[in-house]
Nanobody, 124 residues
Framework: QAQLGEAGGGAVQAGDPLRLSCAASGSSFSSYAMGWFRQAPVKEREFVAAIGWVGTTTYYADPVKGRLTISRDNHANKIYLQMNNLKPEDTAVYYC?????????????????WGEGTLVTVSS
């Protein structure tokens, strides 16, 4: 069982950076792949980035490649999403998720655990 809590959202200008974090409680955090998803207004939730349980395997959605970086700290039970050069189209609620497969996160929204989300607003 795991509980996830996101932090770090806010309102920024286009081109600004922002770092999101997700704290996990419960056992076996280091056994789960972790990921970030987002949902913009009137749009479906979509995959953003995922990281394997060791932290050496990562996946990114095409629109964020080269701008967003996912990382994890298994000692602190946290994952992070460093977002650089933000664009207005990055505006969304960002959700942290945990599941057994990082690769499956790229094509499936049926995750084992979800956080409550944190809002990121990027203005032009």
């Amino acid at each position: 069982q795991a509980q996830l809590g996101e932090a770090g959202g806010g309102a920024v200008q286009a081109g600004d950076p922002l770092r999101l974090s997700c704290a996990a409680s419960g056992s076996s955090f280091s056994s789960y792949a972790m990921g970030w998803f987002r949902q913009a207004p009137v749009k479906e939730r979509e995959f953003v980035a995922a990281i394997g349980w060791v932290g050496t395997t990562t996946y990114y959605a095409d629109p964020v490649k080269g701008r967003l970086t996912i990382s994890r700290d298994n000692h602190a039970n946290k994952i992070y999403l460093q977002m650089n050069n933000l664009k207005p189209e990055d505006t969304a609620v960002y959700y942290c998720a945990a599941d057994l497969s990082a690769q499956r996160m790229t094509r499936d929204l049926n995750m084992a655990f979800w956080g409550e989300g944190t809002l990121v607003t990027v203005s032009s």
